[in-house]
């Protein structure tokens, strides 16, 4: 694994944010009024079943959304375009990755308000 | 209900919308003078550039007056409002009537009275769809271009063009180039960057007089040239409105749910002036973010919501040749600068608030900043020092950051 990835810059679609002994993950909160959407200039962005995702085929790069997202959770990559959480639904797992992988169950997967 | 939008831009999409979250069955009609389906306005270099295309640079998917159920009547222009009758009279004579109406008509591009102007053969503005396609027409490997304009409208046509012409000049009469949204130092910076890749710029000047192929500067030098692109600036399209009523000085005046001073005729987008938060003042704001925020609000409202649009400012995110620029808000205050080979940071605060900011080449999770000028974060609730370091929300308290990130 840890060969197959060599030379290969991960861009992870989750920050970690860490200062002494607090730390924490953010990701795309999914906003149910979304900024990053309203202010895409390429319609790239966009709303489907509560799920915020990308069409990375109409994304110019143009960082918009990384302007706009109050939380920092939508990320430059090093291909150009634009990457965020999509809660998974582009990749195999099916359910969100880091909620099953983190050891200390602090990420969870839920409705809120 | 019956509502009518003049315009079929980012504002009268962000109507649409805003419309049929709340009114699913009301008539919409959509009047616009272009005869596209609605697409991106700022895409337009892009497309030049072939980061785009004509299917991609939709606005919107081609579903989408369907889906919304829209009348659409491209290639038709509104001549005169009837706020009596409540009458939308076209330039053909057609009679629209409406219940409610948005005014999205946009902005122009300025173009100066500059003595020779009407000699210059190939000259173009760079706002529309087709003024991209018209320059793309124009233009060849061989063309030397010269834009007029050094800010974001004309760097974004010269990045547009580059690469398929011989040379790019571009001509300001502000002393740095993107005037409007840099300070010196990190304009220095992006010019630096541009004049690497092969870009001209001459400053602090401006074109006296044009011939057909020849600009005559005001410090003497003539320079040769194939294709001229005037980016000035844009203005307010105002005149529908201004027919009726006078406060439509240098845009459309609205209050926050976006209503002008006539009954049932609201207002978003470029046409529109804004109450920018950063500086406290009323200005033009044209921006597709805050035209397409202001149309929702707009449709919202029209359609018996109520949703206010309160925090408006001007902000900016592009690359030229790759180099990331993302500037927010004013430039009055205290200054905090960070600066290196590549980037430049600038924070600016005043009266305990982020007030704008300026980042160039680092602008990761740059909207945390730009969340503390728009939401006006009191600076002594946060720990300014780590966001100094970088956009974090660490600086936030735990209070403030469960409720963020745990929605509780």
């Known amino acids: ?113 | 209900m019956k509502y009518v939008i003049i315009g079929n831009s980012a504002a009268a999409v962000g109507c649409v919308e805003g419309i049929r979250s709340i009114d699913k069955g009301g008539e919409i009609i959509i009047i616009s003078k272009e005869s596209q389906h609605t697409y991106s306005r700022p895409l337009i270099s892009y497309y030049l550039e072939g980061k785009t295309d004509l299917e991609k640079i939709k606005y919107r998917p081609d579903s989408f007056y369907i889906d919304n159920k829209v009348e659409v009547m491209t290639g038709r222009e509104a001549d005169t409002i009837d706020i009596k009758k409540k009458i939308v009279r076209l330039s053909d004579a057609e009679q629209i009537g409406y219940d409610k109406l948005l005014i999205a008509t946009g902005s122009s591009p300025f173009v100066p009275a500059i003595k020779g102007l009407e000699d210059v053969r190939n000259k173009f503005t760079f706002m529309s769809l087709n003024d991209a396609l018209q320059l793309e027409k124009s233009i060849n490997e061989s063309s030397r271009v010269l834009i007029i304009g050094a800010g974001l409208i004309g760097l974004k046509c010269a990045e547009g063009v580059f690469k398929r012409v011989n040379s790019v000049t571009v001509v300001d009469m502000a002393d740095r180039i993107l005037p409007n949204v840099l300070d010196n130092e990190s304009a220095k910076m992006v010019q630096c960057w541009l004049e690497k890749k092969g870009m001209q710029f001459r400053l602090n000047d401006s074109v006296a007089q044009f011939n057909e192929n020849s600009a005559l500067l005001d410090s003497g030098e003539t320079v040769e040239f194939d294709i001229a692109v005037i980016a000035i600036g844009v203005r307010p399209n105002t005149k529908l409105f201004s027919d009726f009523n006078s406060s439509a000085k240098y845009g459309i005046l609205t209050d926050e749910m976006q209503r002008t001073e006539v009954d049932d005729i609201y207002a978003a987008g470029d046409c529109t002036v804004s109450f920018d938060i950063s500086t406290g003042k009323i200005r033009t704001l044209a921006l597709l973010p805050n035209a397409y925020m202001q149309g929702e609000c707009a449709g919202i409202n029209m359609a018996g919501g109520n949703k206010p649009y309160r925090n408006a400012i001007p902000m900016n995110s592009t690359k030229l040749f790759g180099l990331p620029i993302i500037t927010a808000g004013s430039y009055e205050g205290e200054a905090f600068i960070d600066c290196g080979e590549g980037f430049y940071k600038k924070l600016v605060s005043k009266d305990n608030l982020l007030k704008g900011f300026i980042l160039i080449g680092n602008v990761e999770r740059a909207g945390i900043y730009t969340s503390l000028i728009r939401e006006q974060v009191p600076l002594d609730s946060i720990d300014y020092g780590l966001i100094k370091e970088k956009p974090q929300l660490m600086a936030f308290s735990k209070t403030e950051r469960i409720k963020k990130l745990g929605g509780i």
């Open chain 1, 1 to 113: 694994m840890v060969k197959a990835l060599k030379d290969i810059r991960i861009n992870p679609r989750i920050k970690i944010e860490k200062i002494n002994n607090i730390s924490f993950a953010v990701a795309c909160r999914h906003c149910k009024d979304p900024l990053c959407v309203k202010s895409c200039i390429s319609g790239a962005l966009s709303i489907n079943e509560g799920v915020i995702s990308i069409n990375e085929d109409k994304c110019v790069s143009c960082y918009t959304c990384v302007m706009i997202c109050p939380y920092g959770a939508v990320m430059p990559t090093e291909e150009g375009v634009v990457q965020k959480c999509e809660l998974c639904t582009k990749n195999l797992s099916g359910k969100p990755a880091c909620v099953m992988g983190c050891p200390n169950n602090a990420i969870v997967f839920e409705e809120r308000g």
